[in-house]
Structure formats: structure tokens, C-alpha cells
């Protein structure tokens, strides 16, 4: 589904290159759930947003289905990423001024027209357990509910890659819990999920940990 190859990332910072990810090889399955795991800093948060295009490595490749990115006028590759992916944060990244439904409806409120959207907004609300709150502001709901409504929201266009990061950071156990079985259903269904985190729990739930050092893979352990 996607493959990195030899992906390096670097910044200009004054006259320095700091060197944030180096020689990164990584082939991610159609189905499968990767963790990413790695002390703080060592670039986990950076390949989840080389993922979802947020930025371009400066150098290897990025295969995307087969096509080099590289290759791809940048209209079809920012297209690609819209369609292909979506995203859950640590913070939720809720809009406070805007209700649970409105919030799940964002993605798609540039491309439809709102009676269009609402139905299967509606419905993954309903599949994450929250139909009770639809009116409910962000600042209303547990950091359970928000992140559940914000996986909602990752949900409405459909994608085939799921890029979380610490999606259970800011949660307590039995919260958790919750979105790690909602997301193992997912899994089940056949999305395919990349996490980053700490968490040995969450890590438990994937087919495979990668782990990363300084940049670098430094190891790849499968479980059964
Ligand atoms: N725009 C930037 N300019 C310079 N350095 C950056 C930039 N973004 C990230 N970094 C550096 O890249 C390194 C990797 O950061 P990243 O956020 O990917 O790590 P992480 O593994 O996700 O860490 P954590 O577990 O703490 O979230 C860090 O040293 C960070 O300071």
C-alpha cells in the first residue's frame, strides 16, 4: 500500500541540519496495524506526518499504491493523501464552537453540501456511541467522547490508512480501553492503522511494532 525507501528527513535550523529521520525502510500492508514506538523525539510523530503527506521527505522514496510520489503532480498527490488517509491526534483537535455533528461533518464541508454529509455523519457518530451527544460541544464530553468523536471524524471519508498519535495519551484506562476496541474493530474490518505511541497496551492490540531510534528503525519485532 505504501512503501518507504531510504526516506530521510532533515531542517535548516540557522546554519545547522538537524537530521530528524534517516534511511527510514518501512512497507506498510493494506490491512495491517503498525505501532510506532521510540523515546521521545526519535521522529515518530515526524513519519506520521510524512504519511499523511503533511511533509515531503528530502530524500528517498515514498511509493504510493505502486506510484512514485515523486512522480505525481502535486494536485493528484495532495488528492491522494485527502481521499487515502485521515488522522487522530493526542488533543482530539475538536473545533470548540462547533457541536459533535458539525465537527464530524468538517472533512467533507469543502467538497458537499451539508445535507449530504449529515446522514453518514450521523451514522459513525451512532458507531462510536455517541448519538446522545450530536448537539453536545467539545468542552461537554469526557476525553473519551472527544476522541471518539474525532476518530468519527477521521472516519467520514472513508480512508484506507488510519495515522494516530498517542490516540490514548490523554485518556485514563477505562477510556482507553474503549478506543482501543473501537480501533481493533476497525482493524477487523479491514482499515489499516499506523499508531504512534508509548503505550505497551496499545502496542499489544497491532500485528507489528517498529521501533525507532534517532531517526532510524532500529527494529522490527512481528507478533503472533
Ligand atoms: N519543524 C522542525 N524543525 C526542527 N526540528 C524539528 C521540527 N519538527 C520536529 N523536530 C525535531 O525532530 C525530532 C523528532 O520529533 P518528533 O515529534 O517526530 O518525535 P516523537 O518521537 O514523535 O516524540 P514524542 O514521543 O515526544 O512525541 C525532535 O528532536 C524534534 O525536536
Given amino acids: 500500500m505504501i512503501q518507504l525507501e531510504g526516506v530521510t528527513l532533515s531542517y535548516g535550523v540557522e ?101 449530504e454529509i449529515e446522514s453518514s455523519a450521523k451514522k459513525l457518530i451512532e458507531r462510536v456511541g455517541l448519538s446522545h451527544r450530536l448537539m453536545h460541544f467539545p468542552h461537554q464530553l469526557s476525553g473519551g467522547e472527544q476522541q471518539r468523536t474525532s476518530i468519527a471524524r477521521a472516519l467520514l471519508t472513508s480512508p484506507k490508512i488510519l495515522l494516530c498519535d498517542e490516540p490514548t495519551g490523554n485518556l485514563d484506562t477505562k477510556n482507553r480501553d474503549n478506543i482501543l476496541t473501537l480501533l481493533s474493530k476497525l482493524h477487523q474490518e479491514g482499515l489499516t492503522i499506523v ?5 505497551k497496551a496499545v502496542a499489544q492490540r497491532s500485528d507489528r511494532i517498529v521501533h525507532l531510534k534517532d531517526g532510524m528503525i532500529s527494529e522490527g519485532i512481528l507478533q503472533s
Wanted: charged share 20%; proline share 5%; no cysteine.
Fill in 15 to 115: 546554519k545547522e541540519t538537524i537530521l530528524i529521520l534517516e534511511g527510514v525502510d518501512l512497507n506498510i500492508t493494506s490491512g495491517e496495524w503498525i505501532t510506532l514506538m521510540g523515546p521521545s523525539g526519535s521522529g515518530k510523530t515526524t513519519l506520521l506526518n510524512v504519511l499523511s503527506g503533511l511533509i515531503s521527505p528530502s530524500a528517498g522514496t515514498l511509493m504510493l499504491e505502486g506510484a512514485d510520489m515523486k512522480d505525481m503532480k502535486q494536485a493528484d498527490r495532495q488528492n491522494y493523501f485527502r481521499t487515502n488517509s485521515s488522522s487522530v491526534y493526542q488533543q482530539f483537535r475538536l473545533l470548540p464552537q462547533f457541536s459533535v455533528l458539525e465537527n464530524v461533518m468538517l472533512p467533507l464541508v469543502p467538497y458537499k453540501k451539508k445535507s
Fill in 195 to 199: 499508531v504512534a505511541t508509548h503505550d
